[in-house]
């Protein structure tokens, strides 16, 4: 079923005050813009005016290097201007051949890297306008693209990877793929631009689901599989939580309205927790998915973008109206939700055997970057490994890579490699590193004002060190870092989280839930890392002595008075 466009339910914007950006969507001939002869510009390696934004509904960001913009500033020349593309990557599922293409593109046009990302994909940073078609047309000879992994409609959808649950992780990665497909804009503009196809004329509405001005904001969907939230269900603006009945997948309970971007000292935006609103049978995720989009996309804040995600629609509406729009699109109401468990966020590292005798191994990949280092060629153990892998790879929502599907005579041949380029020396992790994720940060982010990526695994090898001091290595603990409020690495779930303020100092937050159940607390702010580390040195030395058998570190942190517990699944202010 496709939800036509029907707009007669605006109750909300008239539309004198729509933001510039709904001008730019609604006078972009459905996102194909100038962008074309913004490519050939030859005088910069920009692309000129606001096709930039268009270019994200293609998965590209135009970004500059921010370690040499003094200096260029200095020198009176244009920043380093580079692209980012995304790609688009259902559930994180891909073959070896493609692995080996965005190794070959990666090595060839982006800096000679890859970058696994929270959302189960890779990003391919640092390349040149002229080089972009190449790229993109690279990636379509291995069937992968790059639209809508970015802007105003539905993001990269992701699904729980659990290697051990095989046959239901295949159904739900296919419901995944089938609802990225089914979600992603409809227009030609992508085979034009990119691949140089010719405009195709087509009968009635070019994007029935987003008309002209698409989403008012991201969308984002995911599937999750209990009792692993690896996705962090809580975080999307639609989760589905499967509900598996003796090993049948019988249908999902939905979670709507979840999020993490905030903005510092903006009261009026905060992260907040999905909440679960029904069940529904597994033959109606598409009709799910378009009923939800198209109350969003009816109803969300088209004036202010920094009000017009999901989740702030449903708090001005409520939840119930929300809830009813819903299933008055859908035609039926929604069962009560279905019981279901969460016991933890993160991914198992090393050898595990699936179901079905396949072996799959778990490699543990800091803050997902896929390089050659100086002392361990992930880049070229990874494409070793792809050569003669049979099996499949999934990329997995904390940045981690599994080599997928191994058949048991094969096993020792990986085994083999992963010794042979010492890949699997980075398994060994303590707890802490294991549960890490860092965003990207500086220096491709142009939204960034501290270190993320570069700096957390430093911080992490301090932290490590208090830990072992308490004979606490080993204790699984979420940490997260981000080089600015927005959220990329999911920080406001995590037990200890640092957003950053400016460089050097982060904001510190505890008592987040190990599972992704519960948001944290800020309890330092624009901090430095002595003031950082002294604080954290107080709370584990407290937690060795006093913790209660099994207790994890947030729920600790809370018990003992180190934070005050958020027990809304949202907050307003630190
Ligand atoms: Fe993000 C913007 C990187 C996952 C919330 N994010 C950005 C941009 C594109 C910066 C920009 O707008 O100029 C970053 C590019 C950095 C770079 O150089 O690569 C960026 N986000 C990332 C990635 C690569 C982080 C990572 O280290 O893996 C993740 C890519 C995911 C993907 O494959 O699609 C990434 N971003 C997330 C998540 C996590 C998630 O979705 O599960 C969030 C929080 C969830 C949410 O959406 O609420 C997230 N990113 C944001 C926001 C805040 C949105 C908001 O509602 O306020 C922004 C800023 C914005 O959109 O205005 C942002
Ligand atoms: Fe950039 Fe901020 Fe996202 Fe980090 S959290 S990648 S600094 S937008």
Redesign the pocket.
Known sequence: MTVVLDRSHDISQPLEKLSPDETLKANSDQLRGTIAAGLDAELTAAVPGNDIKLMKFHGL?Q?DDRDIRDERRRQKLEPAYRF?A?VRLPGGVLSPSQWLKLDELGRAYAGETL???????F?L?RIHKTKLRTVIQGLRDVLLDTRA??GDDS??V?ASINPQLSALHAEIHALAKKASDHAIPKTGAYREIWYGEERIAVKGPEEPLYGKTYMP??F?IGFVIPPINDI?VY??DLGFIAIVEGKKLKGFNIAIG?????TDNAPK?Y?RLATVIGFIPKDKVLETCDATMAVQRDYGDRAD??HA?FKYTIDDKGVDVIKAEIESRLGSSLKPAKPYDFTSNGDAIGWQRGEDGREHFTLLIE??RVSNFADVKLFDGLRAIARVHKGMFRVT?N?NLIVADIEPGDRSAIEGLLKEYGLDRLNAGSGLRINAM????LP????AMAES?RYLPTLVRKIETILAGHGLTDEPITIRMTGCP?????PYIAEIALTGRAPGKYNLYLGGGFHGQRLNKMVLENAGEPAILDHLAKVIGHFAKERLPGEHFGDFAIRAGHVAEVTEGRYFND
């Open positions: 960001y970004q980012m995304r970058r696994l990302t929270t959302r189960q994909t990003q940073h992994a970015c993001r990269g992701m904001r991201k984002k962090d975080a999307q979840g999020g993490m971007g905030r935006t992260p973008r920094s995600r803050n997902g929502p940045q860092a965003c990207v940060a491709t982010c142009g939204l990526e927005n959220g990329c690495s999911r």
